[in-house]
């Protein structure tokens, strides 16, 4: 079959620094991976070391996280065909059309649960994830790299309607990064949706586990700090797949094509940095007192209801608006038909959720003291992502409500924190 010559959207502004941007951060982003889990790994732990102490080159492979990479991916891809749990309608598309995507994430974290406890029965060494983590992140990394050049290949063969507005520039290089295609699919397998929540997010918490089994191998027991860092990070992440089918209205599934950015952010920087908390605790274990410990986890439970409250509000309400939790809310009409929320949590802040998520990424931090910065990493790139993406939303709502989101603006003022921002 000939690929389709679509016309390019020249017109579309460049997001994330145009065609520079795109060329250098496949390259940089990756090399901050390796040297992330590097340092966090030495002694001195200090982003500000210098020579940095960066790995031997045969210390970056070994086949046996090649094999593990793509035996995970592989399971991952078997869990979500299961014909378990309900299926549930994405958004309306361009050409009127709705995708089918399974909601049974939540089912296979649960049976990845279960195969992790029989290994652990079996005396399977999961520690030994902390001495494999440079060559599983190279793995993850040509994975996401290999996925992105064949979606980018493949949207030439798709119709115009099915790629995204901002990723079709007629730029390679930023095409490639962006992602041509909104929704790639292999038969039913909708290959971005999958990538959004199971690999990388799931693989993260069990690389977690084998930092709290590392640490047991050392010192005979899990620390508290280390307690706290896997079980709020679990908690995070069966949230996700327990409200999986809100992702359908995020702007990742919604808006952005599959391209570099998401396939290389889905795979190897959420599983590999997000989680540089636990790692950094194997190396620089930290006492933690009862009321220090108390004072996290009441952060943490404040971020966490302030996140899924007003997740859930707004999902609700995008809906639903009649329903009876979301009814009474005050809203103002916009010139497309749908309304906008002004009371409640999204009349409180206009990214209620951004702020619930930010309190939830500094109480996974504190737990590693107060020494070192790089277990605030998370919080600091955490903070510059959503500032960026609350301006990138932003855009898109002024265009999609023009004045309507003025009058928003006006009648919430503050973007994510109160009096502040
Ligand atoms: N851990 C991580 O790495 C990341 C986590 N996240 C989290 O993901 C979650 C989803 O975030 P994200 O996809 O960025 O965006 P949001 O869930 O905040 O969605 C933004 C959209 O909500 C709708 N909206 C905005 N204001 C209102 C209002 N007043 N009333 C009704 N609808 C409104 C608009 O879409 P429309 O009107 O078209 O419905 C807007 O485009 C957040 O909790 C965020 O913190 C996000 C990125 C990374
Ligand atoms: C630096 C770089 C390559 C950034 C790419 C950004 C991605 C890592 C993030 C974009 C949006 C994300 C979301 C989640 C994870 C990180 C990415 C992919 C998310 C799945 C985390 C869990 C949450 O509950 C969520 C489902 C709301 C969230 C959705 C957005």
Not at 191 to 197: G, I
Not at 244 to 251: D, G, S, W
Not at 288 to 307: C, D, E, K, P, R
Not at 328 to 340: F, M, N
Request: with cysteine; aromatic share 14%.
């Amino acid at each position: 079959m000939k690929p389709n010559k679509h016309k390019a959207t020249h017109s579309a502004e460049k997001e994330f620094g145009g065609a520079l941007g795109a060329t250098c951060i496949p390259v940089f982003l990756p090399l901050t991976v390796l040297y992330l889990l590097s340092v966090c790994r030495s002694p001195a732990a200090s982003v500000l070391q210098w020579p940095p102490p960066l790995p031997p080159a045969a210390q970056l492979w070994d086949p046996l996280a090649a094999v593990l990479v793509v035996g995970w991916i592989t399971l991952q891809s078997f869990l979500y065909l299961l014909p378990i749990g309900k299926v549930s309608e994405g958004l309306v598309l361009r050409d009127g059309s709705k995708l089918k995507y399974p909601i049974n994430g939540f089912h296979a974290l649960s049976i990845t649960a279960v195969l992790l406890i029989v290994c652990l029965w079996l005396g399977m060494p999961l520690g030994y994830l902390f001495e494999l983590i440079l060559p599983l992140a190279v793995c993850a990394i040509g994975v996401s790299y290999l996925l992105s050049m064949y979606l980018y290949i493949r949207s030439f063969w798709a119709p115009q309607h099915a790629l995204s507005l901002g990723g079709n520039t007629g730029n390679p290089l930023y095409d490639f990064f962006m992602g041509r295609e909104l929704n790639p699919r292999i038969g039913d397998f909708d290959l971005k949706y999958f990538c959004e929540l199971r690999p990388g997010l799931i693989g993260w918490v069990v690389i977690n586990l084998g930092m709290l089994m590392k640490e047991v191998e050392l010192r005979g027991s899990p620390s508290l700090a280390m307690q706290l860092v896997n079980g709020f990070q679990l908690l995070y992440v069966t949230d996700a797949l327990w409200n999986e089918e809100a992702v359908l209205t995020t702007m990742d599934i919604v808006h952005d094509g599959f391209g570099f950015m998401l396939a290389f952010g889905d795979l190897a920087w959420v599983p590999f940095t997000y989680g540089l908390q636990a790692m950094f605790l194997v190396v620089h274990p930290q006492s933690l007192s009862t009321l220090g410990a108390a004072g996290i986890i009441l952060l943490n439970g404040i971020g966490y209801y302030i996140f899924r409250k007003s997740n859930s509000q707004k999902n609700q309400f995008r809906r639903d608006p009649t329903h009876k939790s979301v009814a009474h809310l005050e809203t103002i009409a916009t010139a497309t038909g749908k309304r906008l929320l002004v009371s409640g949590w999204w009349g409180f802040v206009r990214h209620p959720n951004y702020l619930g998520d930010l309190l939830m990424a500094l109480a996974w931090s504190l737990p590693c003291g107060m020494s070192h910065i790089l277990p605030y990493f998370y919080v600091i790139y955490f903070t510059i992502l959503l500032i960026h993406r609350e301006a990138r939303d932003e855009k898109h709502c002024r265009a999609k409500y023009g004045l309507a989101w003025d009058t928003y603006c006006r009648r919430v003022p503050y973007r994510i924190l109160p009096y502040i921002y």
